[in-house]
Structures are given as structure tokens and as C-alpha cells.
């Protein structure tokens, strides 16, 4: 092969890849059709940002900043123990279920990816303990905000180089370093959420972790969810075939995956997915980094003809809808099959939501690897600090995701 070869091989391979970041596959034309997207969508993320920035430090909890996920450790829940690990000493507290985590991803060309694999430490994808000094951790803003462009910019080469080479820091995000760091939070069950991401080949990953969860036996700490692409013309018959293997949970991610949710095409899905009494976990709202292209397809009101249209299908927004919490909030409000997954949130964007649901409805969940799981155990403790808010604090928890899904009571004798 000449080096002429060699170079065009390797664009066409980064090319490919690219898509591990994932935001850009899915779609051939990213203008979104007339009032799907407007200025004043534009303009509110934006606002919103920015009050966010101004407000910080001055919400109802004062100044929560901390140097790095192991500064926690100040915090009355937490310390570090003798192996330099942050752990959570609170033993009142319950089983915590944890909806929102995931596994690391062995996709496209394949890369090596020992899913049984301990390794000395989780290198999570934004990772506030990496450097020295780490990245100032702050609980009162949205979670991707502690990270500096040029460390969300890395992020994206790890996301992009797992489909080809692999990395050290995705042969980290194992089962054993997840359940490791669930001990250390107490955390007693986690739902792990594969994306079908379209590609053409290896695109196979809740049936790569459902597999690896069965060989280390740990079905009784982590549940795998599945994942379908909107967009498959067999998407449905493939949800028919995770369901009769025991998916419960099924991941849908429209900034990924570049769809409206509520777009009449899916209804299909929709229809099998509360048929088979399944659950749908959406990626909810705009996080602030994913590219402009992807941010249409997310906003709150393209999920509400979902929770309208299929009243007894149970739909959890993810990250309480990120940065646009407030709207997704109150869409979730309006509708009892709709649950709130907090993942994100400030402390207090969170005492702000907890305000206005009771605690209702509201799923703890960490987006591990991405984070460290007691970044977001942190902020439901601050925010559940009175003998008023003990039964929210469980709520949130556990309670809550038992009352979703009754099998773990069973399983894992919660109840």
C-alpha cells in the first residue's frame, strides 16, 4: 500500500468514526423543517447559560465548589478511605438504584474491550480527578459545565478512537470497576443504556453487554437495557426480540440518533414499546456541547405528543431535560407517565424541581462513565438534608425506580 493509500485509508477510517461522537449520524439535511427550531429556541439556551453562570454559588445552597470528585470527601457523607478512593459512609441510606449508566462501548472495526476487566482506576470520559490539581467541581451548575472546552474537546477524540483503536480510558468503563465504584456510593442496582448509533457494521452493543453481564454473573447489580435506531426499517421487530430476552428498558437518544420524537413515523414503535409494557428512556433536552445540527431535535415540546398519544407507556426524560429543565419539567408535571431522570442538574435546579414534583416521579441516575457516581449522590444529599425531605431522599433513591420497575423489588428483595 503507498502512503497516498495509507493517508485516504485513514481519513475514510476518522471520517467513519466520527460518528462515535455520534451527533452528526442519522440524517442527510440538518435545516430543520419550518417551527421546528426557532430564534427563540436559539436565544432561551443561550439565556440560559448565561443566567446560569450569573447565579452560581447564589442559589439556595450557597457555594458548592470542591476540588475534583474526591472533594466530596468534606461533605458529611463522605470520605476517602485508605486506598485513596472516595466512598460514601452514610449507612442510612437505602438501596440506591441508579437508571442512567452505562458500560464501555466496543463498536464499528471492534476494538479490544475486556467488559470483566479491572483496572486501577476509572478513568471516567469528563474527569475531574485526572489531572493535578483536578477541575474545580461544582454541584450548583449543570454537570458539563465544570469542563473546559479543550477538555470537552478530548472527550471527543476518546469517543471518536474507540470505534477504531480503542483507548485506555474506555477499557476502564468495565463491570467490575462499575459495581466497584457502586459499592463505594452504595449503590445496589444500576440500568445500563446501550445507543444503536446506525452504523453499518458493528453496531450490536446491547446484546455485547447484555452477553458480558451474563458471563460475570452480575445480572442481581446491573440490568442492560437495549436500543433501537429510529430510523431502522426493522425496528420494531428487533424491540420484539430484546423484550422476549428480558429488556425492560430501551434507550432512544434523538441528539444522536437525529430524530423528533414525535415524529408520527415512530408511532409503531411506540405502540410495541406499550404493548410489550416496555419502558422508554429518552435523552432529554440540549446539554450545551452536543453540535447546533443535533440541538432541534431535542427541545422539550417534540416529546410531548409521545406522552399525550400513549398514555400507558412510561417514558423517562433524562437529565430532567438539561439545560432546558424548566420547560421538560413542567411538560413531565402535566403527564403521569412521565418520570424525570435528575442526572445533571444543579443543587439548585434540582431543590427547584423537587419543589415543584414532591419528589415524584423523579429517578436518581449518574450517566457513568461519563461522571463519578457520587457527583450526582452529592446533590440529592444536600438537597434531601432535613428530617422533611427523608422521604424524598428515598424516593428519589430507590423508591420511585421499585415503583417503575416492581421486578427488583423481587430480585433484589427492596421492597
Same mark, same amino acid.
Given at each position: 500500500?503507498?502512503?497516498?493509500?495509507?493517508?485516504?485509508?485513514?481519513?475514510?477510517?476518522?471520517?467513519?468514526?466520527?460518528?462515535?461522537?455520534?451527533?452528526?449520524?442519522?440524517?442527510?439535511?440538518?435545516?430543520?423543517?419550518?417551527?421546528?427550531?426557532?430564534?427563540?429556541?436559539?436565544?432561551?439556551?443561550?439565556?440560559?447559560?448565561?443566567?446560569?453562570?450569573?447565579?452560581?454559588?447564589?442559589?439556595?445552597?450557597?457555594?458548592?465548589?470542591?476540588?475534583? &470528585?474526591?472533594?466530596?470527601?468534606?461533605?458529611?457523607?463522605?470520605?476517602?478511605?485508605?486506598?485513596?478512593?472516595?466512598?460514601?459512609?452514610?449507612?442510612?441510606?437505602?438501596?440506591?438504584?441508579?437508571?442512567?449508566?452505562?458500560?464501555?462501548?466496543?463498536?464499528?472495526?471492534?476494538?479490544?474491550?475486556?467488559?470483566?476487566?479491572?483496572?486501577?482506576?476509572?478513568?471516567?470520559?469528563?474527569?475531574?480527578?485526572?489531572?493535578?490539581?483536578?477541575?474545580?467541581?461544582?454541584?450548583?451548575?449543570?454537570?458539563?459545565?465544570?469542563?473546559?472546552?479543550?477538555?470537552?474537546?478530548?472527550?471527543?477524540?476518546?469517543?471518536?478512537?474507540?470505534?477504531?483503536?480503542?483507548?485506555?480510558?474506555?477499557?476502564?468503563?468495565?463491570?467490575?470497576?462499575?459495581?466497584?465504584?457502586?459499592?463505594?456510593?452504595?449503590?445496589?442496582?444500576?440500568?445500563?443504556?446501550?445507543?444503536?448509533?446506525?452504523?453499518?457494521?458493528?453496531?450490536?452493543?446491547?446484546?455485547?453487554?447484555?452477553?458480558?453481564?451474563?458471563?460475570?454473573?452480575?445480572?442481581?447489580?446491573?440490568?442492560?437495557?437495549?436500543?433501537?435506531?429510529?430510523?431502522?426499517?426493522?425496528?420494531?421487530?428487533?424491540?420484539?426480540?430484546?423484550?422476549?430476552?428480558?429488556?425492560?428498558?430501551?434507550?432512544?437518544?434523538?441528539?444522536?440518533?437525529?430524530?423528533?420524537?414525535?415524529?408520527?413515523?415512530?408511532?409503531?414503535?411506540?405502540?410495541?414499546?406499550?404493548?410489550?409494557?416496555?419502558?422508554?428512556?429518552?435523552?432529554?433536552?440540549?446539554?450545551?456541547?452536543?453540535?447546533?445540527?443535533?440541538?432541534?431535535?431535542?427541545?422539550?415540546?417534540? &416529546?410531548?405528543?409521545?406522552?399525550?398519544?400513549?398514555?400507558?407507556?412510561?417514558?423517562?426524560?433524562?437529565?430532567?431535560?438539561?439545560?432546558?429543565?424548566?420547560?421538560?419539567?413542567?411538560?413531565?408535571?402535566?403527564?403521569?407517565?412521565?418520570?424525570?431522570?435528575?442526572?445533571?442538574?444543579?443543587?439548585?435546579?434540582?431543590?427547584?424541581?423537587?419543589?415543584?414534583?414532591?419528589?415524584?416521579?423523579?429517578?436518581?441516575?449518574?450517566?457513568?462513565?461519563?461522571?463519578?457516581?457520587?457527583?450526582?449522590?452529592?446533590?440529592?444529599?444536600?438537597?434531601?438534608?432535613?428530617?422533611?425531605?427523608?422521604?424524598?431522599?428515598d424516593a428519589i433513591l430507590r423508591n420511585n425506580a421499585v415503583e417503575l420497575f416492581p421486578e427488583l423489588a423481587e430480585r433484589e428483595n427492596l421492597g
Amino acid at each position: 500500500m503507498t502512503g497516498k493509500a495509507r493517508l485516504s485509508r485513514r481519513r475514510l477510517l476518522a471520517y467513519t468514526a466520527s460518528g462515535l461522537a455520534l451527533s452528526s449520524l442519522g440524517g442527510c439535511d440538518d435545516t430543520p423543517p419550518p417551527g421546528r427550531y426557532t430564534q427563540a429556541d436559539i436565544d432561551l439556551l443561550d439565556n440560559q447559560r448565561s443566567l446560569e453562570a450569573q447565579q452560581r454559588g447564589k442559589g439556595p445552597y450557597g457555594d458548592q465548589r470542591y476540588e475534583g &470528585y474526591r472533594g466530596l470527601a468534606t461533605l458529611p457523607w463522605f470520605e476517602i478511605d485508605n486506598t485513596g478512593r472516595l466512598i460514601c459512609i452514610d449507612d442510612s441510606l437505602p438501596g440506591i438504584v441508579d437508571v442512567h449508566a452505562h458500560l464501555g462501548m466496543s463498536i464499528l472495526f471492534k476494538p479490544e474491550l475486556d467488559l470483566q476487566a479491572v483496572t486501577p482506576r476509572v478513568r471516567h470520559l469528563l474527569d475531574c480527578d485526572g489531572a493535578d490539581p483536578p477541575c474545580e467541581l461544582d454541584l450548583d451548575v449543570y454537570i458539563n459545565g465544570n469542563f473546559s472546552p479543550e477538555a470537552l474537546k478530548q472527550n471527543e477524540k476518546v469517543l471518536t478512537t474507540q470505534g477504531l483503536w480503542g483507548n485506555e480510558v474506555v477499557r476502564s468503563h468495565t463491570i467490575p470497576n462499575l459495581i466497584a465504584e457502586m459499592d463505594t456510593m452504595r449503590v445496589q442496582h444500576s440500568f445500563v443504556l446501550p445507543i444503536k448509533l446506525g452504523l453499518p457494521f458493528g453496531d450490536n452493543i446491547s446484546e455485547q453487554w447484555r452477553s458480558a453481564i451474563s458471563r460475570a454473573d452480575a445480572a442481581d447489580r446491573i440490568t442492560t437495557g437495549c436500543s433501537v435506531h429510529p430510523r431502522d426499517d426493522y425496528r420494531v421487530e428487533e424491540l420484539r426480540l430484546h423484550a422476549a430476552k428480558g429488556a425492560r428498558l430501551v434507550k432512544l437518544h434523538p441528539t444522536v440518533q437525529k430524530f423528533y420524537p414525535d415524529d408520527s413515523s415512530l408511532n409503531p414503535l411506540y405502540e410495541e414499546a406499550q404493548r410489550l409494557g416496555m419502558v422508554v428512556f429518552f435523552h432529554g433536552g440540549r446539554a450545551g456541547i452536543e453540535p447546533a445540527s443535533s440541538q432541534p431535535f431535542a427541545v422539550p415540546r417534540h &416529546y410531548a405528543r409521545v406522552l399525550e398519544d400513549f398514555p400507558r407507556l412510561q417514558v423517562i426524560l433524562g437529565h430532567a431535560g438539561a439545560r432546558d429543565s424548566a420547560a421538560m419539567v413542567d411538560l413531565a408535571v402535566k403527564h403521569q407517565n412521565a418520570w424525570i431522570g435528575i442526572h445533571g442538574q444543579g443543587v439548585s435546579s434540582l431543590e427547584a424541581i423537587i419543589n415543584k414534583t414532591g419528589g415524584e416521579r423523579l429517578l436518581f441516575g449518574t450517566d457513568w462513565p461519563w461522571y463519578h457516581l457520587g457527583a450526582t449522590l452529592a446533590k440529592v444529599l444536600i438537597t434531601t438534608d432535613t428530617p422533611e425531605r427523608s422521604a424524598v431522599r428515598d424516593a428519589i433513591l430507590r423508591n420511585n425506580a421499585v415503583e417503575l420497575f416492581p421486578e427488583l423489588a423481587e430480585r433484589e428483595n427492596l421492597g
